[in-house]
C-alpha cells in the first residue's frame, strides 16, 4: 500500500496520493469486508466478457460510443456525468474505497472525480483487474485481480451494478 507513487505513469496518478495493488486490496477487503468498498469502474460488457471481484460494486465511469472517430480509427469513450451520484448510493465522502479497471487509467480518473466530490479516503488499484502488458501481442500481464488469483466471477449480480440513467 503506498500513499504516493511517482514512478507511475501520469495517467494512473490520483489528486489523493492513494494506491493499492489488487493482491493488497484484495487483503484490505479481507480485513474488513463490512468497511472496504471495492468499486470496478469498467463498462459492462467488461463486466460481462472479462469478468470482476465477486465482491465488487460495479459503477461504470467512462461509456463506450458508437460513432466512429476516422480521425483516430476508433470507438471513443465518454464520460458519464452521473458517476459520483450512482457512487453516492453505496459510499459515504468518509468510507473506505479501492476502485480498480482494467489496469489503473480509468480507476484514476473516478479517484479523481470522486477526491473532486469531497470524497477522501479513495484508493487507485493501480494493476486493475488484468494487469499491464508490455505492449506486446506476446506478452502476459504482469498483476491484476485476475492474475493475483483473488475471487472474480463472470457471474452477473445486477444487484451490485449502477448503470447510468439512460438519455
Not at 480509468?106 to 470524497?119: M, P
Not at 488499484?125 to 475471487?151: F, R, Y
Request: proline share 7%; hydrophobic share 35%; glycine share 8%.
Amino acid at each position: 500500500m503506498s500513499d504516493s507513487n511517482s514512478t507511475l505513469p501520469k495517467g494512473k496518478q490520483t489528486a489523493l496520493g492513494l494506491y493499492v495493488t489488487a493482491d493488497e486490496a484484495f487483503k484490505m477487503w479481507q480485513a474488513d469486508p463490512e468497511k472496504v468498498i471495492i468499486l470496478d469502474v469498467r463498462t459492462p460488457e467488461e463486466f460481462l466478457f472479462v469478468g470482476y471481484p465477486t465482491m465488487a460494486w460495479k459503477i461504470p465511469v467512462i461509456a463506450q460510443t458508437y460513432e466512429w472517430d476516422a480521425e483516430k480509427s476508433q470507438f471513443p469513450m465518454k464520460m458519464l456525468p452521473d458517476f459520483v451520484s450512482r457512487v453516492s448510493e453505496v459510499a459515504q465522502p468518509g468510507d473506505l474505497i479501492l476502485a480498480t479497471c482494467r489496469s489503473g487509467g480509468r480507476s484514476a480518473i473516478a479517484c479523481n472525480l470522486l477526491a473532486k466530490a469531497g470524497f477522501t479516503n479513495v484508493y487507485s488499484i493501480v494493476d486493475g483487474i488484468e494487469g499491464d502488458s508490455n505492449g506486446s501481442s506476446e506478452s502476459t500481464p504482469q498483476g491484476g485481480w485476475k492474475n493475483s488469483d483473488c475471487p472474480w466471477t463472470k457471474k452477473l449480480t445486477p444487484e451490485r451494478m449502477l448503470l447510468p440513467t439512460s438519455d
